[in-house]
């Protein structure tokens, strides 16, 4: 003889309009379970003001890298730093053959796209004056390379210079990038050379995972600076880009 089972009430679903998730604190609905006046309810959690871990900032760094691996793009995107006056414009001027005559302070930031070889280099040339410096941190994103550029001559803000490059060395979104250290205004009678440059910067203390170089230049005569861009762009192109 057939038993008849008690007919089972539908599981109530979850409504998708006007999500718990897009709606002020205040708002937020409680989910509330069948037997819901004996148990704590459940407040839906608002993801608007979730932060990511380093480990998932690494991973979210690492999935954008296997996506410029996949496209097989041939972009690079440089960020190039220093104190004021270290010549951070007349190398990317003097890099692109433009004319090195007048250069204004840089203020905010430029931005150049180079072709250098077989890559597009989108370089941004950000400004290095005190005032400004804590507003670097919003040009970090997708940044491939860092050129830190030091004017070798003025050796009574040394100091200066290498707290900010550590400062900067400290931000995750630049951990993976290659680093390039100009040694600049070579030219100038007095200059520190870029062994004694590497030693004021305590280059040597920096994490044994970066990858860095440093680079005696003059941005006036354009003595080393291809040198130091090809090193700079065959470092970022054997990490996240498929070999030809």
């Known amino acids: 003889m057939l038993r008849r089972l008690p007919l089972l009430a539908p599981r109530p679903q979850a409504e998708t309009r006007g999500s718990a998730l897009h ?9 509330v379970s069948p037997t819901g006046s004996q148990r704590r309810p459940y407040v839906v959690p608002d993801r608007r003001f979730t932060i990511l871990s380093p480990v998932a ?3 979210m760094g690492l999935l954008s890298i296997i996506k410029k691996i996949k496209r097989k793009e041939k972009e690079m995107r440089i960020l190039m730093v220093g104190l004021d006056n270290s010549g951070k414009t007349t190398i990317v001027l003097k890099i692109n ?5 007048v250069i204004s302070p840089t203020l905010g930031f430029n931005i150049k796209t180079i072709k250098y070889h077989k890559y597009s280099l989108n370089i941004w040339d950000v400004g290095g004056q005190k005032t400004i410096r804590s507003y670097w941190r919003n040009y970090f994103e997708q940044t491939d390379g860092l050129v830190w550029v ?6 009574r803000r040394l100091d200066d210079c290498r707290a900010e490059l550590h400062n900067l060395l400290k931000e995750e979104r630049l951990a993976g990038a290659s680093l390039l250290v100009f040694a600049n205004k070579q030219d ?7 062994a004694e440059i590497a030693k004021v910067l305590d280059l ?3 994490d044994r995972s970066r990858h860095w170089r440093i ?8 003595e080393g600076l291809l040198e130091g861009f090809d090193w700079l762009v065959q470092d970022i192109a054997s990490r996240i880009y498929v070999l030809d």
């Open 23 to 31: 709606q002020p604190a205040s708002l937020r609905s409680q989910v």
């Open 57 to 59: 900032s690494k991973i």
């Open 97 to 101: 053959g433009e004319d090195t005559s």
């Open 150 to 155: 030091v004017d070798s001559s003025d050796i």
């Open 188 to 194: 100038i009678q007095g200059a520190l050379k870029p």
């Open 204 to 206: 040597q203390a920096m």
């Open 215 to 222: 680079m005696g230049c003059s941005a006036y005569t354009g």
